[in-house]
């Protein structure tokens, strides 16, 4: 086996570099852009193959290559639409951590959307990224 050493890496124009030090330490292992609601989708995404919609406000995110163990970080936002300047919506807490995938649940200004129909007349838009190893 071989080993590449270097200081920087550059895309082919050269207009995008990391560090390998920054490439171990602090780039997005996951990222995705979903909209949960009316019509559930990933709109982009890296390494996030799928989410699953409990119907309880309670959503599962898959990622395409597993994490090598469960202790990462998850920053996340949540919007009502692109647009959307007033009722916010905001997460309640991330749970059952794995390797594979990660649980969170939603809740609306301190009402927790408790039934797929208690969310069918909105546009949700969900921004998480993955920090970790």
């Known amino acids: 086996m071989s080993t590449l050493k270097v200081n920087t890496l550059q895309d082919a124009s050269g207009g995008n570099s ?7 330490q602090g ?31 309670d959503f599962v995110i898959n990622f ?3 994490l090598s163990n469960a202790n990462y970080a998850v920053v996340n936002a949540a919007s009502r ?3 959307s ?9 991330v749970h059952t951590k794995t390797s594979a995938n990660f649980g969170m649940g939603v809740w609306q200004t301190n009402s927790n959307f408790s039934s797929q129909s208690a969310r069918s007349n909105l546009v949700l838009l969900f921004d998480i990224v993955v920090f970790g190893d």
């Not at 300047?85 to 807490?93: L, M």
């Open 85 to 93: 300047k007033t009722d916010p919506c905001n997460w309640g807490a």
């Open 18 to 24: 990391s560090t390998a030090e920054q490439i171990a």
């Open 27 to 57: 780039r997005a292992k996951a990222w995705v852009n979903m909209n949960a609601e009316p019509s559930e989708s990933i709109r982009d995404s890296f390494n996030v193959s799928s989410f699953t919609d409990n119907g309880t406000g």
């Open 64 to 66: 395409a290559t597993a």
């Open 81 to 83: 639409g692109d647009d």
